[in-house]
Structure formats: C-alpha cells, structure tokens
C-alpha cells in the first residue's frame, strides 16, 4: 500500500482505495499491522540535553570568566595552590550544578508525558477513543469542535467545519472546510479545503477524515525542527531576579574596586587584592539566584502534579501566588458531571419520575404515585425519546461486557434514557435516515438532527428551553397536537429549575426544503414541542469545603454556567456560593450592561457570584472586566470557545479529563481530575513555591550582604582583611552550593490558605525583606568583626584569628538556614524532620567544613586548622545570637503582619 500523492485533488473513494481503506474504517487487526508497519504517530522528539551538556553550562558565567581569569594570574605568578583550589571550586560547583539542573529537567519532562492527547476513529464501522499516538495510514478519524487534529486526513464529511491553521499557514482567522472540494493538484496548502492538517485545531463544527499521513511525513512534520528548536519564553519572576543579579552584581562591583582602592592604598599586593576583589564579587553576588529559582519552581510543578495540577508554564507557578478570583466552569468542576434524567416532564403537565436501581439502565419511569404510565403517555414518552436519541452525538456502546460511554453528558443521559424506555440509537437510525445535521456549539445552545421517516424529512430538536420553544408553534397533547401554551410550559420548567434540575427541551416537525439545500437553523420553525427532561448533577465531594478554603484565602469564587439561572442559584446555594438572586448575573444581562458601558458591566461583574445562562464569548468580557476590577483571575475552560478567556486570564485552567485540546493547548494548568478542590490545592501549593522562592533570596542575599558588612569594618578600622580570597570561595561553596537548595523543598507552614493574595504587582524585596536582610547582614557582618577583632587583641596570630572567623561565619550561615525557614514564624515551632533534607544539608556543610581542617593538603590551601571543642561551642554561642535577633525581629512584626492581613492591604 501505498500513500496518495496530492489526495487533495482526488476523489474520497480513489484516497480510500489507494489506502485499502473504506468508510467503515480499518479493521483492528489491520490497525495493529500498520502501527507496526509505520510506527507511533509522532513528530521527531527532539533529544534532551545530555548531562554533559548541563555541565558545560555551568561554565557560562561572566563570574565564571572572572574566577578563571583569577586562576590563570595565580598560575602565572606561581600560585599554584591558589589555581588549584580556584580550579577545584570550578569544578565541585559545575558538578553541584549539573546535578541539581539536570534532575529538575528529568521532573518537568516526566510532567510533561502526563499530559496525553487522544483521537477518536472508526475501526469496523464502530466509534472508539484511542490514543493520538496509535493513529495509522488509512484510519477514519472523527473531528469536532476543541479536537486537535492528529494527522494529515483528506476530509469525507464536514458540517459546519471550521480549523485554525495558523500553526502552518500563519493566517489568523479559521478556515471554513469543504469535503467536496474539487482542488487542483498545485493548490497550495493554505487553500486546500478538503484538508486537515495534523496539529491544526477545530474551531467549530463536526468532520470526519481518512488518515493519508501520520507522524513526521505530515505536513507539520517538516516544521517539527523549527517549532522544537524555539526556545520558550522565561518566566517572569526569573527575568526579575536575572535584572535584580545584575544590579547587584554592578553594586558589589563598585564595593570591590572600593576595597581593592583601600587595600592597595595600606600597602597590600596587587595580586592579593584582585584575589580578594575576585572571591568577594564571587562570593557575594546571587549570581546562582536564578538557577535555584528555576530548581525552586520545578520542584514546584513535581509537587503540584501529586495534587493533579499539572503545570504547563512555569509562570502559572508564580501566578497562583496572587490568585483573587477563581472564575470556575460548574459541570464537571463543582459538580461531578455524572448527569442522569431524573424528571420527565411533558406538556400537559404530567411529571414523570426515572426510579433507578444499582443498574441505571435498567430504570423505570413512574408517574408521583408510582404508576406506570398508560399506553397513550407511553406513546408520547416515546416521540420525545425518539427526539433525545436522532438529535443526539452521544455514543452508547456494550463492549465486552461493559458500557462504553463518548460524548457529551448530557447527550449520555438521554441515550439512557431512551434505553430505558426501549429505545436503541442504532435501531431507530434504520428506519430514520440521517439526512444532515447542526451540531451543538455552546453559543447556539441546542442541537439538531434532518432524518427521513417515511416520505417526509423531519427535524428533530434538543436543547436549551428558551431555544427550543421559540422553535414551536404545536405541542403534544394526550389528544394530539394542540396550539402551544409557553407559558404553562415555562412554569413548569422554573418549577424544575428551583428544584436544581438541569433542563432540556425536546421537538420535532416536518421540514421543508429545496433539493439538495443544506439543512440550517432556518429550517427549524413551526416544530412540535414534545416535552422537558430534568437532569440533576450532584456537587463533588470536597466542593463546599474547598470553597470555604477559598473565602479564607481571601479569594472569590464565581460560578460560569450555562444553566439556567434558577438550576445556577440552587445549586450555587447548596455550595454555600450564593445566597440571593442578586448574585444571579444571566448572559442577556451581562450583554446589556456591555451595550450601556464598561462601567455598568464591571459593576454588574462585581457583585455577582453565579453567571447563568452566559455564551462561551462572555467568558472574555466577564475576564476584562474583572481585570479592570483589579482582581487576579484564575478562569476555567474545557471547550474550543473558552480559549480567549483562559488566555486573557492571569491563569488559564483547562481540565484534563474532559477539556478540549484546544482548551488544554490555551491553558497554564491542567487539572487532571477536573476537581475544583485541585485548583485550590494548585493556589496552595502556588504560594507555597512563592514562599519558598522569598526563602532562597533572602538566604543568599543575607550572606552575601554579611561578608559585604564584615569586610567594609575591617577597611574602614584598619584591620587586616578578615579572611583569605580561597576562604571566601570556601564559604561560598560549602555554604551556597549545598544548604539553599534544600529550601526549596520546605513544606508548607500550613497557614498559607489563612492569608489573603499578595498583591501582583509586589516586589520580592518588600519591606519585609529588606528589613530581615539588612538585621542579619549587620549581625553577622557585626559580630563576625567583633570576633575577629577581639582574637587580634587577644594576641591570636592573624592566620588563626581568620581561622576562627571562618567557622564562625559558616556556623552563622548554618544558623541563618533555620531563619529562612519562616518570615513570620518561630524557628521553635518548626519541625526539623519536615524537611530532612535541610537538616542534612547544615550537618553536610558544618561536617565539610570541620573535615578540611584534617586534611593536610586543604587545610594548607586553605589556611585553617582544628580547633578545640570549646571554641567551637563558643563560637556556636555567637552565631545563636543571630538565632535570637531574629527571633525577636518576628516577634516584633508578627502583630503588624497580622493587622495587615486582616485589613487585606
């Protein structure tokens, strides 16, 4: 077999031949022979990054040129030790590196292989779902609005079919597609018509295709080396601190020209003082801020995925932190997406109750008294039916003993339904001819389905009620069909409605139409009305607690539904997430307020809580409107149409399980479970990440500010410098490259849910920042040059005085590790066994550090020496001071920060 060439200038059956195909699709036997024969359809993965690779990373750094630099003046001059250990310190850092980039590299491509793509295909004339990966040459795929195309398909239907191409052609509006194209073979491909191109997204409509080429002989697969080579962008929290290292950089900078002036004005060596000025600008610039803080944010996303949020971009992380309202779709999000027909109301007025038992398609319908109905009632529950399963893109299917249930719920519970009165799709399809269709898009609200019964075409109809109805003139009454009475009907359906059900409305009718006149929404007047279904939803378990979490938090929650308004205020009551119908907000509101001003549109925005009855496009207006508001918006989606909202939002949230991929494609978050109480996990954990960044800042500042302090006393007194170049790039390896990172897995302080969103627009270096890195900086920095005077007078020689004031500086770092862990709480109340990997990480560096000084050839390098048990406890005794200050800093500010958390300012 071979693929066509040019299929879009050849006939469907001549494709299908040259395939071996047809339109019943392949048998799955044959599907398993050419999966073998052309492989998974996949584009080319583009390799990863090998470890080498990181580690040659490791080397690009203006600082690393510098040290480099410092080592090949010591080598010159003869210091070989200096070189040495200059060299050696290179290289233990590009290991410690290479690991930590390397491993978070690993997390995120494991998150990103949880996040599959499927496709739907007909194998021997029967639907199925299956993996977008297994798709062959030859298979017959089904497309539909939010579906991402999974290969190149020469189209065999299309209704209504429109698909974004901008990915290959980079034209912007969708392309409206014709099956029955006759197209040239030199068409380009932006106009081949009767195409789909894999990776291109349906905007809207239903299609269906034959698979002509798959994996990286499609026409996206030339592009696949562009698109993987495009680096994506850095969040913005990194480009920040990337800034913020910068200036920092510039600042010690200055400060180590200033010291090296003083140095070389009291007579030191130059070599010794461009040392000196080398390790402080070394040793004090963040200059691994930003790879920490991408470490920080993957472990993140490891973190979150547990909680099934997937995070798409690392700047969702970030976002989350700020979230002040969550704008969340209700079926399926709040409620458990598991509709069932629950009333059956016709339009007489006679209710009809769907008694279920452990099997729900064995349910029975019974009228209050638990009657059966009489044969004439059952003659009119039977049309509607009817309507439910003709108009009707659902699939029930018995597969090996189990249901096999596709398509949308509602679309479910309506083949159920009609199960349970007897009725089969498959069946009533043979003796009702699919003439055309108009499939459901949210903005029309209802479906449809043109079948011949008969000699006559008939229209049947679903959806909404206030659709639907305003399609009627007729309803079916016990003596036939009689003049419409919409306002007995429209009661009974608030009566439904008050009681949560979800309602949609059932018609049919005679059409009329010219030969070969595609069948339209135009067709569809003077329909008989057959009758209501109500369907109820339950919330899903953890729902309410979840959003009382939320108002803790300081975060509003909207419902977005298209329900109607009375079914929204029910069950947004029963959430605990609405109490008055003034919080109810319906689309022709929300689009009449729009119409007055942006003005009336926010304040209408503002105090609603439930939006009802809304099209997919307000989702858009809803989102601006609340950013004009000045809120943080996380907004939900699962359908082609939420995309401009998820995009719009400060963060798009699509769900994993039954969003689109369009959706999926728009978002920053994929809940995997479609729960609600996941997103507000992922708020948590958000802030968490957030918390833990401001603790591997305020580590590395602080210290780099202390030596900053430590050495600007000692200049200005007179004093010889306090430690040695070599020492100073000791500290900074013991101390940076191993505790800070253990920070970024500190758990949460189980308050986080308890604060309101910090603002968006917040610096790091809040007041509350700087303040606890210029107390620190002054204390460590002060009493580091307090100590080390204090061993010069009392007579200590220079070289054990530095001795001292190196282990006193890396106890203080040690200490300071125990600081960061809270801004607010007390070190005390904090476990040391929920984050083992901390306490590992100080005992390490202290251990490091005290073993040196027992290893003849480092302890020469670097000038130091056992000391006896007794200094070390006094020496601990100082650097504990630290412990207390800051203590007594927390203390201090803690009723402030609570003050401004209750004020939410």
């Known amino acids: 077999m071979r693929t066509p060439q040019a299929p879009h200038a050849q006939d469907i059956e001549q494709v299908l031949a040259a395939l071996h195909s047809s339109r019943d699709g392949l048998s799955p036997d044959e599907a398993r022979r050419r999966l073998r024969q052309y492989g998974p359809n996949r584009l080319p993965v583009k390799r990863p990054p090998g470890v080498f690779s990181f580690f040659l990373r490791q080397f690009l750094s203006p600082l690393i040129y510098i040290l480099l630099a410092a080592a090949l003046v010591s080598a010159a001059l003869g210091e070989w030790s200096d070189a040495g250990f200059i060299f050696a310190v290179l290289l233990i850092n590009a290991v410690i590196g290479t690991t930590q980039e390397y491993s978070a590299a690993r997390s995120a491509a494991a998150l990103s292989a949880l996040v599959s793509r499927r496709a739907r295909v007909l194998r021997a004339g029967e639907a199925m779902e299956i993996d977008a990966g297994e798709v062959v040459p030859g298979d017959i795929v089904l ?3 939010g579906a991402k195309v999974p290969c190149d398909l020469r189209l065999i239907a299309s209704q209504g079919l429109e698909i974004d191409e901008s990915l290959l052609t980079g034209e912007s509006l969708p392309v409206r597609k014709d099956a029955e194209a006759q ?9 081949r018509r009767n195409m789909a191109f894999s990776g291109t997204l349906v905007v809207r409509g239903r299609g269906s295709g034959v698979a002509v080429q798959t994996g990286a002989a499609t026409a996206v697969g030339a592009l696949a080396e562009a698109v993987q080579s495009a680096e994506s962008a850095e969040p913005p929290l990194l480009q920040r601190m990337r800034r913020f290292t910068l200036w920092v950089a510039i600042l010690v900078g200055l400060a180590s020209v200033l010291m090296a002036a003083v140095a070389l004005m009291q007579g030191m060596h130059w070599h010794t003082v461009f040392m000196l000025a080398v390790a402080l600008a070394v040793s004090a610039i963040p200059e691994g801020l930003p790879v920490a803080l991408t470490i920080t944010l993957t472990i993140a996303q490891a973190r979150m995925a547990r909680r099934r949020v997937i995070v798409k971009r690392l700047v969702a992380v970030e976002a989350l932190g700020s979230c002040t309202y969550i704008a969340s779709d209700k079926t399926g999000t709040l409620t458990m997406n598991t509709l069932t027909a629950r009333r059956v109301l016709l339009p007489d007025g006679s209710e009809w109750r769907v008694e279920i038992g452990e099997d729900p ?7 209050p008294e638990g009657r059966p109905p009489a044969d004439d009632v059952r003659d009119r529950l039977l049309a509607l039916a009817r309507a439910a399963l003709l108009a009707n893109e659902g699939s029930l299917t018995l597969r090996d003993g189990e249901w096999e249930r596709h398509g949308d719920a509602v679309d479910v519970a309506l083949l159920v339904l009609g199960h349970q009165l007897g009725l089969v799709q498959p069946d009533l399809l043979t003796h009702a001819e699919p003439l055309g269709e108009i499939p459901f898009e949210p903005e029309n609200r209802f479906s449809a389905s043109l079948n011949r019964v008969g000699d006559a075409e008939v229209a049947f109809v679903k959806g909404a009620p206030e659709r639907v109805l305003a399609m009627c003139e007729r309803m079916l009454g016990a003596t036939g069909e009689v003049p419409i009475n919409r306002e007995s009907i429209a009661a009974q359906a608030d009566l439904l409605a008050e009681q949560g059900y979800r309602l949609i409305a059932l018609a049919s009718g005679p059409v009329q139409r010219a030969p070969d006149e595609p069948f339209g929404d135009h067709h569809l007047h003077g329909l008989t009305f057959l009758g209501l279904v109500g369907m109820d939803d339950p919330p899903r378990e953890g729902v309410r607690e979840a959003l009382a979490a ?4 300081g975060i509003r929650v909207a419902m977005v539904t298209g329900d109607h308004p009375t079914t929204a205020l029910h069950i947004a009551r029963d959430l605990g997430l609405a109490n008055d119908e003034q919080e109810v907000a319906t689309g022709p509101q929300l689009a009449e307020a729009l119409a007055t001003s942006e003005a009336t549109l926010d304040a209408l925005v503002a105090r609603t809580r439930v939006f009802a009855r809304t099209e997919p496009h307000q989702k858009l207006d809803i989102v601006r409107a609340l950013e004009r508001l000045g809120h943080f918006t ?6 082609a149409n939420d995309a401009p909202a998820m995009r719009a939002a400060h963060v798009g949230v699509a769900m994993g399980k039954s969003g689109t991929d369009i959706a999926r494609e728009s978002a920053d978050l994929i809940i995997t479970d479609d729960h609600f109480a996941s997103i507000v996990s992922g708020v948590e954990e958000g802030r968490i990440a957030y918390a833990n960044v401001r603790k591997v800042i305020f580590l590395l500042i ?14 200005l007194t007179g004093l010889p410098l306090p430690l040695l170049a070599v020492q100073l790039l000791w500290l900074n390896l013991v101390t940076n490259g191993i505790q800070h990172i253990a920070l970024a897995f500190e758990p949460g302080e189980g308050d986080e849910l308890r604060r309101p969103p910090r603002e968006p627009d917040e610096p790091i270096f809040d007041r509350l920042m700087s303040e606890r890195v210029i107390v620190s900086a002054l204390v460590i920095g002060g009493i580091g040059f307090a100590a080390y005077h204090w061993f010069l007078q009392q007579g200590w020689p220079l070289e054990q005085a530095r001795n001292g004031t190196l282990l006193l500086l890396v106890l203080f770092e040690n200490v300071q590790v125990f600081n960061a862990r809270s801004e607010t709480r007390s070190v005390l109340r904090h476990s040391l066994l929920r984050n083992r990997l901390l306490l590992v990480s100080v005992i ?6 005290i073993g040196a000084m027992y290893v003849p050839w480092l302890a020469d390098i670097l000038k130091i020496a056992p000391v006896p048990l007794e200094e070390w406890t006094d020496l ?3 650097a504990l001071l630290l412990l207390v200050v800051m203590e007594l800093h927390k203390w201090w500010r803690t009723p402030q920060l609570a003050s401004h958390w209750e004020r939410g300012d």
């Open 634 to 639: 996380a907004m939900t989606g699962d359908g």
């Open 876 to 878: 601990l005794a100082m």
């Open 183 to 191: 197209l040239d073979a030199d068409t380009p491909l932006a106009d």
């Open 550 to 553: 939320c108002r803790e938090a």
């Open 143 to 145: 497309l539909e609005s």
């Open 702 to 715: 602080s210290t780099g500010a202390a030596e900053i302090v430590l050495f600007m006393l000692a200049l």
């Open 361 to 367: 398609l064995s349910g029975r319908l019974r009228d």
């Open 844 to 849: 390490a560096a202290q251990g490091v550090h």
